[in-house]
């Protein structure tokens, strides 16, 4: 029956993500991602992005531009998969080049829920997460690819607090 939930509330929270793509103002993005952790079986995300459409520190060699991110993502794991929301602000240096060619890297702190507290090895304490981003990767066009360290913590709230990294391939289309 637990699983029957956590299926139901998986398509719920699709069902919301997928609409708001077509609002243009709010999400101007998809994100695909898919990745490797120790804890626990590959991890799968789907995420909608929103750039800010600000420049910061705009100088000859890049600038500092703010976009947000709403994620679905899937923790696979062979006795109890779990699934986490996530919405997280990201701030992203881009290097100025001379091509069409932009490279950038990313860093992000943001709020994440989880349905499972113990996932794979990691015994998480609160389905309430903090997730953290850390990412290179370029852009040519309307596509970008970027290789992201993401870690989840509850930052101590709760106890224990084994936290969840991730490395993850991440390939996004701007729309």
């Known amino acids: 029956m637990a699983h029957q939930m956590k299926k139901k509330l998986i398509a719920r929270t699709a069902a919301l993500l997928f609409p708001a793509a077509s609002h243009a103002s709010l999400f101007d993005a998809v994100t695909l991602s898919a990745g490797?952790?120790?804890?626990?079986?590959?991890?799968?995300?789907?995420?909608?992005?929103?750039?800010?459409?600000?420049?910061?520190?705009?100088?000859?060699?890049?600038?500092?531009?703010?976009?947000?991110?709403?994620?679905?993502?899937?923790?696979?794991?062979?006795?109890?998969?779990?699934?986490?929301?996530?919405?997280?602000?990201?701030?992203?240096?881009?290097?100025?080049?001379?091509?069409?060619?932009?490279?950038?890297?990313?860093?992000?702190?943001?709020?994440?829920?989880?349905?499972?507290?113990?996932?794979?090895q990691s015994e998480c304490g609160s389905h309430f997460q903090f997730e953290d981003r850390l990412g290179a990767g370029f852009r040519i066009g309307a596509h970008d690819w970027t290789l992201r360290y993401i870690h989840y913590s509850n930052a101590g709230f709760e106890e224990p607090n084994d936290g969840l990294d991730l490395v993850m391939l991440n390939y996004g289309y701007r729309f």
Do not use: H
Not at 76 to 85: F, G, K, V
């Open 36 to 120: 490797w952790s120790d804890d626990f079986d590959t991890p799968f995300r789907i995420g909608l992005r929103g750039d800010t459409d600000s420049r910061w520190f705009d100088s000859g060699t890049g600038y500092l531009s703010a976009n947000y991110e709403l994620a679905l993502s899937r923790f696979a794991d062979s006795e109890r998969p779990a699934t986490a929301i996530s919405l997280s602000p990201v701030l992203t240096y881009n290097f100025k080049t001379s091509t069409r060619l932009e490279p950038f890297v990313e860093f992000g702190i943001g709020l994440s829920w989880v349905s499972e507290k113990n996932i794979g």
